[in-house]
């Protein structure tokens, strides 16, 4: 069965780091590049950054440049992503999407997401 | 930047044509994708490359894009239809964009 397979919910204290990863099954991994996206509550989803899972390459939203990290594991097929310092404006549902990787492909399958709450 | 323009909200009745538009400068010169998404549910990819359906979603959605405008079209709406839309697309030095969204409204 394709599917992404995202860690479970995250509670954080303001300056916290936290560490989501997302388990890919059913496909070959090295094939496609991985996204991470996040959405606030009634908001629009925000683009954090990709991983090529066949070379490693990475990219990050300028927003997020220096605070985000993404990996891989391929032994493992799944996808790691950090995010430090945090806020509670961080707080959001975290979503790992699948990109065969070619111009204006889109994200064809996404993890069930992952919600991390940043309070006090 | 890039940025991506939706209106909030358009309302269609069973059985008839919802356009959903989507405006940005960049959108001249890069795809458009669409996303459906239901609420408590992850985002679904309805429309890539501009007007290519994946597999599995039904022929009544369709989607273009000419003059900064890409459109999602959804023909013969049904109740089942009702959900946020999100347009998306890529910018070499910004990255991915995602509009606004709309919400759908099915009466």
């Known amino acids: 069965q394709v599917q992404l397979v995202q860690s479970g919910a995250e509670v954080k204290k303001p300056g916290a780091s936290v560490k989501v990863s997302c388990k890919a099954s059913g496909y070959t991994f090295t094939r496609y590049a991985m996204h991470w996206v996040r959405q606030a509550p009634g908001q629009r989803p925000e683009w954090m950054g990709r991983i090529n899972a066949g070379n490693d390459n990475t990219k990050y939203s300028q927003k997020f440049q220096g605070r985000v990290t993404i990996t891989k594991d391929t032994s493992a097929s799944t996808v790691y992503m950090q995010l430090s310092s945090l806020r509670s404006e961080d707080t959001a549902v975290y979503y790992c999407a699948r990109d065969p990787d070619y111009r204006g492909s889109g994200m064809n399958l996404w993890g069930q997401g992952t919600t991390v709450t940043v309070s006090s | 930047s890039h940025e991506l323009t939706q209106p909030p909200s358009v309302s269609v009745s069973p059985g008839r044509t919802a356009i959903i538009t989507c405006s940005g400068v960049k959108l001249d010169h890069n795809y458009a994708c669409w996303y459906q998404q239901k609420p408590g549910q992850s985002p679904v990819l309805v429309i890539y490359?501009?007007?290519k359906r994946p597999s599995g979603i039904p022929e009544r959605f369709s989607g273009s894009n000419s003059r900064n405008t890409a459109t999602l079209t959804i023909s013969g709406t049904q109740a089942v239809d009702e959900a946020d839309y999100y347009c998306q697309s890529w910018d070499s030095s910004t990255g991915v964009v995602f509009g606004g969204g709309t919400k759908l409204t099915v009466l």
């Open positions: 490359q501009d007007d």
